[in-house]
């Protein structure tokens, strides 16, 4: 199994400043997910994280927007920049390992006044 | 495109009685499916997954979950319901690569 930590687990922010998330994964591995939930939605996929690598960003989703750094194998930042209320949400780090499973982490929740 | 419809967005139902929660993905030649839930302001939980063999999966908690390749469909079911399997439900898919994707969510409510 994998155990996922990320700081911070919560943070209110003002409009137009930017946070930076952190994701940290007690192994090695090789990609790691960052998930938006919006209040009362679903999860929905911003990127994948590749060590070595780009971010491969999903449609609706942009560097620009949610810059993401993976500098080692067990360790991952992703930042959402100039904020509006709209990206109040919970922000999730995941990973999965050989056993198909996916391990979550316990989720940033971030609120932009 | 990669897809996944849970066509219910709440199921009331009454302690005690049978569930089921429904789940449909879009079809692929290779597909993973699994159930998570999520219990009011705590992360998600794996209830049960479907990775090849067997059609009937069984989870946590008593729920299980039917693969039906011919109709794309990955149901959730538990025989009897209890007040705290009050959650959100999540059907999630991955097509042979490693990210997931999650159906809209399904709420159930379960009434004493």
């Known amino acids: 199994s994998a155990v996922i930590s990320q700081k911070p687990s919560r943070d209110i922010c003002q409009r137009g400043t930017s946070l930076t998330i952190q994701c940290q994964v007690d192994s090695q591995v090789t990609m790691m997910f960052w998930y938006r939930q919006q209040p009362g939605q679903s999860l929905t996929l911003i990127a994948t994280a590749n060590q070595g690598s780009e971010a491969t960003y999903e449609s609706g989703f942009v560097i620009d927007k949610f810059p993401i750094s993976r500098p080692n194998l067990t360790f991952s930042t992703l930042t959402v920049s100039n904020m509006s209320p709209e990206d109040s949400s919970i922000y999730l780090c995941t990973t999965r390992l050989q056993t198909d499973t996916q391990y979550f982490g316990p989720g940033t929740r971030l609120t932009v006044l | 495109a990669q897809s996944v419809t849970q066509l219910d967005s709440q199921v009331p139902v009454f302690e005690e009685a049978p569930v089921e929660l429904r789940c449909n993905y879009s079809?692929?030649?290779?597909?993973?499916l699994f159930w998570y839930v999520q219990y009011p302001n705590q992360g998600l939980q794996l209830l049960l997954k479907y990775l090849s063999g067997s059609t009937l999966v069984k989870g946590i908690n008593g729920f299980e979950a039917e693969f039906n390749k011919s109709q794309t469909s990955f149901h959730l079911r538990k025989p009897s319901v209890h007040i705290s399997d009050t959650a959100e439900y999540f059907c999630a898919v991955s097509y042979n690569t490693d990210k997931l994707i999650f159906g809209t969510g399904t709420r159930l409510q379960v009434f004493p």
């Open positions: 079809s692929s030649v290779s597909v993973y």
